[in-house]
């Protein structure tokens, strides 16, 4: 099932997409919401950022191809940082390069979307609460990130998070092409199986520090081919299974 959150007039909800059908949910489906009578023709509204987190909790250097590109070895733990979810933008909005920077870039990955609460969760149970799966954008400010020994100014800026355009919620993530082209150009053209944690373990590790709330997402790392996003430019993050999410690039005002 996609699931998305549209807007019309002002008026914003969750929605399960059926062809050119959208039938709206009667409350949160991370609560447990079901489908309700109304529907109407999605191509009509607006899609909107499909997740509302209480955090995004990222991983580095989890493809060694990129690992390399930036000249870092492969840790032998996840490395998790974490964006803030003033960050978040959703399908159409646009990256906006701040001033404080000289070189920001695009890291397709995928998204996993958390569907309850847990803490502690062992590997082998890990799976059971993921809600399903988006695309998403890790945008960084490369030369902030080089020169400082946080990631979190150079990761969090406001819009350095495009998500979307929904959440899949049937999809097996393990073996999934991840790209993002920018222009037209192909930029990254990498497969989820090169992870070198995978998502089962990346969740069980994560939620051994953190309590994982519903809506909360996982950018599970970058393939290589990470590379510049300047004021004009247009991204697209494909993910096999899910879609495409697209969007602009503007310089800061
Ligand atoms: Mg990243």
């Known amino acids: 099932m996609r699931v998305a959150v549209l807007e019309k007039n002002g008026d914003r909800g969750w929605f399960a997409l059926e ?8 409350g949160d489906p991370f609560a447990g919401a079901r489908l309700g009578s109304i529907e109407i023709a999605w191509s009509s509204a607006d899609l909107r950022a499909p997740v ?4 995004i909790v990222c991983v580095g250097r989890n493809y060694a191809a990129h690992a390399k590109e930036l000249g870092n070895e492969v840790p032998a733990e996840p490395l998790l940082f974490l964006k803030p979810p003033s960050s978040i933008i959703g399908p159409g909005e646009a990256v906006v390069v701040p001033k404080e920077s ?5 890291e397709a990955e995928l998204g996993v979307v958390i569907g309850r609460r847990v803490r502690r969760v062992a590997r082998e149970q890990a799976m059971s609460v993921v809600y399903g799966y988006t695309c998403a954008c890790d945008v ?13 100014r150079a990761k969090s800026f406001d819009t350095f998070c495009p998500v979307g355009p929904w959440i899949e ?3 097996d993530p393990s073996d999934l092409a991840v790209r993002c082209t920018v222009d037209g150009a192909v930029r990254q053209d990498g497969r989820t199986k090169q992870m070198i944690f995978d998502i089962p373990t990346l969740i ?15 950018l599970t790392g970058t393939p290589s081919g990470v590379g510049p996003l300047v004021a004009g430019n247009r991204a697209v993050i ?14 800061s005002s």
Do not use: N, Y
């Open 52 to 55: 509302r987190p209480s955090k």
């Open 204 to 218: 069980a590790f994560a939620s051994s520090v953190m309590t994982l709330e519903p809506g909360d997402i996982l």
């Open 19 to 26: 062809g050119d059908r959208a039938r709206r949910f009667d």
């Open 238 to 251: 494909a993910i096999e299974g899910i879609g495409e999410l697209g969007v602009g690039v503007v310089g």
């Open 102 to 106: 000289e070189r920001v870039e695009h």
């Open 140 to 152: 960084t400010a490369r030369d902030i990130q080089k020169r400082e020994v946080q990631f979190t």
């Open 169 to 171: 919620t049937d999809l």
